[in-house]
């Protein structure tokens, strides 16, 4: 039994639309499932060269499992100890930050500058303005972290799906490989390196940029004396992935802790503005092009609009799923156009 070419639109259509609504529906159920799928994803290949050393299919997984337990455990819970001390801290501190700023804009401006800026008119908005914008950040940075204190428990569930489908992916992927139309099998699986490709040059690009500028910017303000610079870094560094978001937000935030901090030490302030600036040269000149590289094809501007629709339609579970599917349609929309290149409608029938 064939199917026709609107029957299999109808049928692609139909898997598609179920997707969706499985992700509308069920998208925090699937989280962990989904995490787990993606960190099985990024340690195959871990896997699959220990077993070219001799291991056998189990004890690589067992041995990936025990090097991540041993090395990165006690690293993660020192940082995440140490960012809900800092997080606990400053959210204590924000009004006591709020309302030194207020000072400084009402009481500690030079009057030459007052009197040029007219600041006697204007300093009761501008402090509003502040304070206003004090509480939205800290309010991000607390939902923020508060989303990952409620995930924490998932992170019971992620490593045992992560090794389950681990022991099996090569088996798993076989069976998914025997399933494809056999019409348009190799296409599938053209389709499916190109993507496979794309997805993976940019998790490990962007993956290693978050963590160097996360580090980057989390020691250099420590260095300077920052008050919560821990986190303050962390957070500029985690949202690296998303173009300019992470610099803006936490130059924002550190400027602003920084001018209550050491009001009247502009060398210090200057130097806390020179921070993200270095970080943004470096990370636009050097760091992005040589670890991400323009091979990897997602546009800037497409990542933002992925990461925008897919995580204002499902959350956390759709900012997971954006890179992968930006991905794909953007690998689909390649082939198309080469489909159409060679096609009778761009070429004419003269060809």
């Not at 809900?84 to 009481?107: C, H, M, Y």
């Not at 300077?224 to 803006?248: C, K």
């Not at 992925?306 to 690998?331: D, H, K, W, Y």
Request: with cysteine.
């Amino acid at each position: 039994m064939s199917f026709s070419v609107r029957q299999q639109m109808i049928f692609w259509g139909v898997l598609l639309l179920s997707a969706v609504i499985l992700l509308a529906y069920l998208g925090n159920i699937l989280l962990p499932f989904i995490a787990g799928a993606a960190l099985a994803y990024l340690l195959d290949p871990l896997a699959d060269r220990l077993q070219n050393f001799g291991f056998s299919r189990i004890w690589a997984v067992i041995l990936i499992s025990a090097i991540f337990v041993l090395l990165f455990a006690p690293i993660a819970v020192f940082i995440f100890i140490n960012l809900v001390d800092q997080l606990t801290k400053l959210v204590i501190a924000a009004p006591a930050i709020s309302e030194r700023l207020t000072t400084v804009i009402n009481g500690t401006l030079p009057s030459k500058f007052s009197e040029s800026f007219n600041l006697d008119e204007t300093n009761l908005p501008l402090s509003e303005f502040l304070n206003s914008t004090i509480i939205v950040l800290m309010s991000s940075i607390v939902k923020s972290f508060s989303s990952l204190v409620s995930i924490a428990g998932l992170v019971l569930i992620t490593p045992i799906v992560a090794i389950y489908l681990l022991i099996d992916w090569d088996r798993l992927t076989g069976k998914i490989n025997a399933l494809l139309p056999l019409d348009h099998a190799d296409t599938i699986r053209n389709l499916s390196r190109e993507v496979h490709e794309v997805i993976s040059g940019f998790i490990r690009g962007m993956g290693s940029v978050c963590c160097i500028l996360g580090a980057y910017y989390a020691i250099s303000l420590m260095i300077l004396g920052l008050d919560f610079g821990l986190i303050i870094g962390v957070f500029a560094g985690l949202l690296t992935f998303i173009p300019y978001l992470g610099a803006i937000l936490g130059g924002v935030l550190a400027i602003g802790l920084s001018l209550v901090q050491f009001w009247g030490e502009w060398n210090t302030i200057l130097f806390v503005i020179g921070v993200f600036a270095v970080g943004q040269i470096v990370e636009g000149n050097f760091l992005t092009p040589r670890l991400v590289g323009g091979s990897v094809g997602l546009h800037p501007v497409a990542l933002l609009l992925a990461l925008s629709i897919f995580g204002s339609l499902f959350g956390l579970i759709g900012m997971l799923v954006a890179v992968p599917i930006a991905a794909s349609i953007g690998v689909l929309l390649k082939f198309l156009i080469n489909q159409y290149l060679k096609s009778q409608v761009y070429l004419g029938k003269s060809k």
